[in-house]
Each structure stands twice: as structure tokens, then as C-alpha cells.
């Protein structure tokens, strides 16, 4: 059998996983930050009904601009973010990571180079890689918050093309201030006074946030984006659908990269039977910040270090190493070995000494709960 080392892969990607987290049959799993909650049966039903009239027109090629999505996505951005966009000012693809993809394909490219603060979203520097533009890894502080006159510092030096922004951040769940985003924003068009960089704030979680969305700052900076999911707030992880807010030439620059018909007839017509439901949706989003804020205060009750969170996980740790906080006598990877063993699978991504669990029901939240109790007890030095 040939070996991928065998064939004649670009340089940049030999030696580098894929994306992914491990898929265990386990009783409990937390680890892939999905929306526990199952659509409701009546968006089901509305989806079946949309869907079944997208299926009579199917030997037909789907609205290539998403028309009447990007007119629904513009509504639910002018009623729940704060500030208004028009349907020209967004744009949808199969997910995020494809909104990613495309930005990069337009904005970023061989000879070109994109930053990101690390830990994040390892996606960044993935989609980097596979569109031939050069990655930079910027500084982060203790707390995981960005530094400023650091990362300005960064900027005015490395002058990217690119800057990835993620807030809430994944997978620390570190949200970003406004006033950083604007900081960065102006370091990236000074760094590049010719064309000017583009910032794109990835806020896949947004709708778990304390603090307001940072889409009001788009207004007059034609160079920053706003990326979000369906996935996440709307239980939609299985349907693929994401999109931005930008000015409208960003959507127009991202045209020129977009596959024909990217978006199917049948995704389009589930995506906009999902935003009928969306005060039903965004209840639940309610109900897992709620859940997310007790697994907070309980980890901290155990002894745990956690990071303060903005998206529907949490961070925790700190566990055997230098710097380790914790009262137990384990790595990262061994509580998380420790907590498969009682049938709950959480996320060990990485960082350093830290696991990641994502925000489920009450009951999976409590099953998790009870695992973490019982192996500190069994392990508390």
C-alpha cells in the first residue's frame, strides 16, 4: 500500500494530521462543543416541508447567490447582533471552515501570510497551510487574553495579510475586547498602507457570549469580517452552514473564489427553515449558558483552575507540570483517560496541562460533574 509520504504532496503539508477529535461510544461525550439538544420537532417537520419543495426543482442547479439566505442571515444579524447589515453585506458556505477557506483563497495565497493567536482554532492555521499562505503564531498572555502592544508589536513587524481574531476563542473560550479588535485592526492597516489587511473576527460562538457581538465594528472598516456558524447556536452542526457579515466588496472578492452552485438546494432550504425558529433556538442557547456558568462554579469548587468562558465549553486544568495548580497527581491526558474510564469523553486539544469540556444537558453535565468529584477524590494528594 503506498504511503502519503510516497506521493508528491506540497512540502508545507508532509508531516501534518488532519483535523478531528476522536469519535468514542461512550455514554457521555463532551468533547466536539455540538448543541446537545436535538432540533424540535416542529423545525423538523418545517425543514421536511421546505426541503420536499427544494427536492421538485432538484434537476435544477440551486440560487448560485443564496438570495433569500442571505437575506434571512442578514435579518438575524440586524435582530440579535446590534447593529444592521443588508443581504449584500453577507454571504454562506458550507460551514465556517468553507467561509475560512474562501477568505483566504481571496485575501491570503502563496507569498501571502496570515496570523493567528495561539492556542485557537487549529483550523487557522490548517486552512492557512492549504491555500499556500504562510502561518504566524502571535502572543497570548497567561490568561490566554491577547496582548496588545505585544501582538501590535508582532504586526508592525510581520505585516500579514491576514489576521485571525477568534472571540469567543477556542479553545480557551477567551472572548476579546472591542477596543482589541479596533487596536489590531488599525496595526494591521498601518503595517500595510498600500492595500491595507484584513481582520476577521471568527465568532462561532457568539451567541454564548456575556459580552454584545463585535459586528458593529465592520461599520466603516471595509478590511474586518465577522465569520459565524449555524452549528453551534442552532443545533445545526449536521447541516454545514456558514457566513459572514463585511462590507460588500469582501462578499464580492469572495465570488471570485466560490465554487459554482457551492451551496445546495436542499442546505439553503434547511438553513431557512431553521431561522423561522430562532427565538426557539436561541432559548436553548440560553438554557446551555446557564449549564456552561454551573460547570464553571463546580470545577472551581473542586479545585480545579478554570478559564473564564464566553462559548458553550470550558477549559480546566491545571494539571500535572510546571506550572500546575491543581491539588492532583495527573497530566492532562491521564484525568482524561481518568474520566473516559467512568464514561465521559471530554477534549484534551493540546494546551498545556488543560482539558476542554463542552457544555451538555443536565444530565451529562452532572454525569461529568460526578466523574471529576470522584477522581479527585481518589487522586487528591
Known amino acids: 500500500m503506498t504511503r502519503i ?40 417537520a418545517r425543514i421536511a416541508e421546505r426541503v420536499t419543495e427544494a427536492a421538485r426543482e432538484l434537476n435544477r442547479y440551486p440560487d448560485r447567490d443564496a438570495t433569500e439566505l442571505r437575506a ?55 486552512i492557512a497551510r492549504g491555500t499556500g499562505t504562510g502561518w504566524l503564531s502571535g502572543p497570548r498572555r497567561e490568561d490566554f487574553t491577547i496582548d496588545v502592544d505585544a501582538a501590535v508589536a508582532v504586526i508592525a513587524e510581520q505585516r ?16 476579546v475586547a472591542a477596543r482589541t479588535v479596533v487596536a489590531l485592526h488599525e496595526a494591521a492597516q498601518a503595517a500595510r498602507p498600500d492595500s491595507g489587511a484584513l481582520v476577521v473576527v471568527d465568532e462561532a460562538y457568539g451567541e454564548f457570549s456575556h459580552h454584545p457581538s463585535l459586528l458593529p465594528l465592520i461599520e466603516g472598516r471595509p478590511n474586518l469580517v465577522l465569520s459565524r456558524t449555524m452549528s453551534k447556536a442552532f443545533g445545526a452542526a449536521g447541516l454545514r452552514l456558514g457566513y459572514l457579515a463585511a462590507d460588500p466588496a469582501v462578499v464580492d472578492a469572495v465570488q471570485l473564489v466560490r465554487l459554482p452552485y457551492h451551496l ?93 469540556v463542552t457544555a451538555g444537558t443536565p444530565a451529562e453535565n452532572d454525569a461529568f460533574l460526578d466523574a471529576v468529584r470522584a477522581v479527585t477524590k481518589e487522586n487528591n494528594r
Open 72 to 126: 434571512g442571515l442578514a435579518a438575524y444579524l440586524t435582530r440579535t447582533a446590534g447593529h444592521r447589515v443588508g443581504p449584500e453585506g453577507v454571504w454562506a458556505a458550507n460551514g465556517s471552515n468553507e467561509i475560512l477557506q474562501q477568505l483566504l483563497q481571496a485575501f491570503g495565497g502563496p507569498g501571502r501570510t496570515a496570523l493567528g493567536f495561539e492556542p485557537s482554532y487549529s483550523m487557522h492555521a490548517l
Open 264 to 356: 445546495s438546494a436542499v442546505t439553503q432550504a434547511t438553513a431557512l427553515a431553521a431561522l423561522e425558529h430562532t427565538d426557539t433556538l436561541l432559548g436553548y442557547v440560553e438554557q446551555l449558558k446557564a449549564e456552561r456558568d454551573r460547570i464553571v462554579a463546580e470545577l472551581r469548587a473542586t479545585g480545579l483552575e478554570v478559564t473564564e468562558s464566553d462559548a458553550n465549553f470550558v477549559q480546566f486544568g491545571r494539571f500535572e507540570g510546571p506550572a500546575a495548580t491543581s491539588t492532583l497527581p495527573l497530566t492532562a491526558h491521564e484525568m482524561w483517560q481518568a474520566l473516559l474510564d467512568r464514561g465521559v469523553l471530554v477534549r484534551d486539544n493540546g494546551v498545556p496541562g488543560r482539558l476542554r
Open 160 to 175: 500579514p495579510h491576514v489576521i485571525f481574531v477568534c472571540s469567543p476563542n477556542n479553545p480557551t473560550g477567551t472572548a
Open 5 to 44: 509520504e510516497e506521493l508528491p504532496v506540497r512540502d508545507e503539508l508532509r508531516g501534518k494530521s488532519p483535523y478531528g477529535a476522536p469519535q468514542l461510544d461512550v455514554a457521555v461525550r463532551l468533547n466536539t462543543n455540538e448543541n446537545p439538544y436535538p432540533l424540535p420537532e416542529a423545525l423538523v
